[in-house]
């Protein structure tokens, strides 16, 4: 079964908009939530993460917004450029941390 | 600085044979992962080492095997490959236990089984 369940599949951008992404997950248990960002051809890469005991983080122009009780996060790309088309996957992890849960992934498309 | 290297980068394979995929890092990180990504099944954990000597399965380790040879590599075999084999497969690995250690993860080997 999909424990984090990630949309759109799929997301078209203008240049300067902001990207948004979402993420659900079940397992109340999860209790670390990273985003890692995939260009073609190349591995994931851990992009920004957040503890469910804070509602959000910054960093640059990427934001995680993070709601405990609706179990839900999402990833807001501000200013969206060109070079930020890539694949993007949500995850989640608990205790341990050695087991960690991806979302399907979004394809982004950020056009000039 | 080369990271996590995987080895081959493209391989095909005819059902039945097998093959080993290789992975090593120079970060002198604790834990090492084997993922598969298919389209619309984002990455499901094959198997895990959390530390030399040991070894777990992940979600989907049927039809696989792995060996942690030593701290720098870990290897993935198919056995017997079958078309639904057929993905990309990355290798990572990360320093520590905790929340705050991401994954590195390699560039990935793109094998067909036909």
Partial sequence: QQQV??????????????????????????DYFP???QFPGKGP??????????SEKKEGRFTISFNKSAKQFS???????????????????SGGYQKVTFGTGTKLQVIP | NAGVTQTPKFQVLKT??????????DMNH??????RQDPGMGLRLIYYSASEGTTDKGEVPNGYNVSRLNKREFSLRLESAAPSQT?????????????NYGYTFGSGTRLTVV
């Fill in chain 2, 30 to 35: 604790n834990s090492m992962y084997w993922y």
């Fill in chain 1, 75 to 93: 990833l807001h790309i501000m200013d969206s450029q060109p070079g930020d088309s890539a694949t993007y996957f949500c995850a989640a992890a």
């Fill in chain 2, 16 to 25: 039945g044979q097998s093959m080993t995929l290789q992975c090593a890092q």
């Fill in chain 1, 35 to 37: 985003w890692y960002q």
């Fill in chain 1, 45 to 54: 890469a851990l992009l920004i993460a957040i503890r469910p005991d804070v």
């Fill in chain 1, 5 to 30: 369940k990630q949309s759109p599949q799929s997301l078209i951008v203008q240049k300067g908009g902001i990207s948004i992404i979402n993420c659900a997950y079940e397992n109340t248990a999860f």
């Fill in chain 2, 87 to 99: 993905s990309v497969y990355f290798c990572a690995s990360r320093a520590g236990q905790g929340a």
